[in-house]
Nanobody, 115 residues
Framework: QAQLVESGGGLVQAGGSLRLSCVAS????????MGWYRQAPGKQRELVAD???????NYAASVKGRFTISRDNTKNTVYLQMNSLKPEDTAVYYC?????????WGQGTQITVSS
């Protein structure tokens, strides 16, 4: 059974940094595209960044230049390095694995950026 477990969330001041991790199990990690999404209160879930099985990355315009997504296939882990955090980055961040018609979600981790 597929499982994604996020960690690394928390409270940080504006301008600070955090790194999120998502460990996957029950899937062939290297063959999955991986992504980070976020959902703020009262808003729809949105893509933050994703990375293909081949390592090609894509970022939302709002985080480009501040966030970096990476993956370690030996550890079945995808990371999101978040720098220069802003209060508007406050949200629950979710990890997603996708391959063809299959996709799986983690339970989410809260990021709160104080001004």
């Amino acid at each position: 059974q597929a499982q994604l477990v996020e960690s690394g969330g928390g409270l940080v001041q504006a301008g600070g940094s955090l790194r999120l991790s998502c460990v996957a199990s029950g899937i062939i990690f290297s063959r999955n595209a991986m992504g980070w999404y976020r959902q703020a209160p009262g808003k729809q879930r949105e893509l933050v960044a994703d990375i293909t099985s081949g390592g090609v990355t894509n970022y939302a315009a709002s985080v480009k230049g501040r966030f970096t997504i990476s993956r370690d296939n030996t550890k079945n882990t995808v990371y999101l390095q978040m720098n220069s955090l802003k209060p508007e980055d406050t949200a629950v961040y979710y990890c997603r694995a996708a391959r063809g018609l299959l996709n799986y979600w983690g339970q989410g981790t809260q990021i709160t950026v104080s001004s």
